[in-house]
């Protein structure tokens, strides 16, 4: 049968509307369903397949239990997909088709992407890490299966240990093993979806293998570049950092050689990532603003974001965060406890001094104290360049309060981040 008969077989359910992209692995269609006038996306593997018995289909199925089992805790920043299909000697699956463009192409057309928008990326495609690498093992555990005991409190219940759960979250855990700012879309609606889980990894097994051998060289954390790696939870978060100084700088730390040979420059890519120091992320969103946007550019990285790119992108994957959870643990506790900074610009140590005689001009000297000396913090070069790296608030320094405040206060407990 040739290739449009089997094309012709396999989509008479569907409209077929356009292509919207085409690998080494399949090919993906946007279609609508004829019968029942949904719109998907479907997922054609390019390989015929003999029988369900054939092990490109069995990779595929493998593939497909790993994104349908990631479904069941319905993560909204995680594509969805439904249930696998083979027919005309092709296996094909359904996914929601995504309005909007890729990281890549959002970079390259908003060339600087404001703060407020790299948080919400932060979050979102955060939070989706730490559903797999750790929270989705509450929607897949079998009772039977894994010899869970009820809860002798709660009958309803499993009683899960915290070795057990230690067990259950290594056993369910998903490795994307492929992040990179072409498998992640940025929705028409704003949100951030991650796509493509065809390398992931699921109890140590390799789903499939392609040219790309664990991702994609510009994001490809220093130990994946050891052909008897062990790939794990903090390759993600490399990953990961990688796209976060992308969004933040306008480009990944580290450029592809396009010009010489492939070769040589796959060995330049390794011996960056596993040996070179990214550029400050500071540094380079200055010199983005200035090439795109003009001179006047105020420092508007919270230093919280800093610490989450600089951890992420640490060589040795111990220093790294251990997995998403851990990084949204991180990003939450200090974006509820710091709020961003008050983006307006600063006067100068002139335009202050300016500003205060025309308000002792008009009578307005209410709060300047003649009977204390005047602690201008915001004018002070070197308090400024110190709050725009800690991003928190000026203290107040009112020593009478200071010297009734109970000290207690002070104590309380807070997660320790040690960078």
Not at 86 to 96: C, G
Not at 109 to 135: N, Q, T, W
Not at 147 to 171: A, H, M, V
Not at 363 to 376: A, R, S, V, W
Request: with cysteine; proline share 4%.
């Amino acid at each position: 049968m040739k290739k449009k008969e089997k094309d012709n077989i396999l989509l008479e359910d569907y409209t077929r509307l356009k292509k919207i992209g085409d690998g080494g692995y399949a090919t993906v269609y946007k279609v609508r369903h004829n019968e029942l006038e949904y719109i998907r996306a479907i997922r054609v593997l390019k390989d015929d397949v003999e029988n369900e018995d054939d092990p490109i289909y069995n990779k595929f199925i493998n593939e497909c239990k790993i994104l349908l089992r990631l479904g069941n805790g319905n993560h909204p920043n995680i594509v969805h997909i439904y249930q696998p299909l083979f027919k005309a000697n092709k296996a094909f699956v359904e996914m929601d088709y995504i309005t909007g463009e890729n990281i890549t192409q959002y970079v390259e057309r908003v060339k600087f992407i404001p703060i407020d928008e790299i948080i919400k990326f932060v979050k979102e495609i955060g939070s989706a890490l730490a559903y797999c690498h750790v929270d989705i093992y509450k929607y897949c555990y079998d009772r039977e299966l894994d010899n869970l005991q009820d809860d002798p409190e709660d009958g309803s219940k499993p009683l899960i240990d915290d070795k057990k759960r230690k067990e259950l979250i290594k056993k369910y855990r998903v490795i994307h093993n492929d992040i990179h700012s072409g498998n992640i879309m940025r929705r028409d609606d704003g949100h951030y979806i991650l796509l493509d889980f065809g390398l992931s990894i699921q109890e140590g097994n390799l789903v499939r293998k392609s040219q790309r051998t664990n991702g994609a060289p510009e994001y490809k954390s220093p130990e994946k570049w050891e052909n008897d790696a062990d790939v794990s939870t903090q390759s993600d978060i490399y990953s990961f950092g990688i796209v976060l100084y992308e969004m933040l700088t306008g480009h990944v730390p580290f450029i592809f050689n396009k010009v010489t040979s492939e070769m040589k420059a796959l060995n330049e890519m390794m011996n960056a990532h596993k040996f070179l120091t990214p550029v400050s992320v500071v540094d380079e969103r200055r010199k983005n603003f200035k090439k795109n946007k003009g001179d006047k550019y105020i420092e508007d990285i919270p230093f919280w974001i800093i610490n989450v790119a600089n951890k992420c992108l640490e060589k040795d994957p111990k220093n790294r965060f251990e997995n998403g959870k851990e990084m949204m643990s991180y990003i939450t506790f200090h974006e509820n406890s710091i709020k961003p900074k008050d983006q307006k610009p600063k006067l100068g140590l002139k335009e202050k001094a300016i500003e205060k005689i025309k308000g002792i001009k008009k009578g307005n000297n209410k709060n300047i104290n003649q009977n204390k000396p005047y602690f201008d913090f915001e004018t002070n070069p070197k308090k400024e360049k110190q709050e725009n790296n800690r991003g928190q608030n000026i203290p107040n320094f009112d020593f009478e309060a200071k010297q009734k405040k109970n000290d207690s206060q002070n104590c309380q407990d807070k997660p320790s981040f040690d960078f």
